[in-house]
């Protein structure tokens, strides 16, 4: 596989500029239009045509591009198993959302090694954002996120919610939060919808984070009020640091496992989403029970 000549051709596809892709790629403008021309011989099409508007990818270099995308990512896959191959048999990069590796990151992974004790673990915290982009590039093998881009290589599915409650420093009703103190939290795109809708009086904030860690630590210094999980609430509440405001309403977030169309069905990758839907599960229901 020569693959200098598909990272040429999906970097040109991004620039649209023969320059511009030397550039970002170090290497000559001739250098990019002969690794054009020799992909190009391969097919017997041509991919691009160059005008003074540019450089066009042509209706064969379109239909190129999701396979192009494919074998760049099959290549860095095969890439990270060969180089770290030890004495584990696979390897998996594995993304997590933050509040996600906050709560259950010790349980998951202990269920992984239970069930897949021969496959190489690494694991990062991240945000949808940039999981959904290392997903797409092959740099993540699956991901547990709040917010799933729906990219055309990428299967996305519902495994369960992540409960949040609101607690205050000062405070255990709804009546008597105050907007001045009030930490707004936007976890995701979906709950700051869900939140403007049930609580449209304290969505102009003045603090606001999308992380639970740091609404845990600026509740301690600040004071005031914020939604966090319902693990950190109950923490919160046990040590004395607040008070769960009771009337407030719950707000649920949905979890996405996301991974690619061509491994979905595969079977280390459904043990590693059904570990976390246990986890889930049993998580929710300790929350319906207390």
Known sequence: ????LIETFLDLME?????RTAERLNITQSTVSHRVKALEGQFNRKLFTRNKGGTVPTAAGLRFLDYAKALQNQWHEATR???????????????????LAEAFAGEWLSAIRLELPTTEIYMEADYSNQMNRDLGA???DLALLYTPHYLPDLHYERIGDLHYVMVGTDAASLADIKVETYI??????AFDRAHRLALPHLSAAPVATGQNMAITVLLHSLGGAAYVTAATADRLVQSGRAMLVADAPVISQSIYAATSLRTRHAHQHRKIIGAMQALLSAGSDAAAGS
């Open 81 to 99: 198993a060969v180089t770290s191959a030890g004495a584990l048999e696979r390897s998996m990069r594995l993304g997590i959302q933050h509040d």
């Open 138 to 140: 092959g740099d993540l």
């Open 1 to 4: 596989m020569q693959v200098d």
């Open 184 to 189: 707004q939290a936007i976890y995701s795109p």
């Open 15 to 19: 620039t649209r500029s023969f320059n």
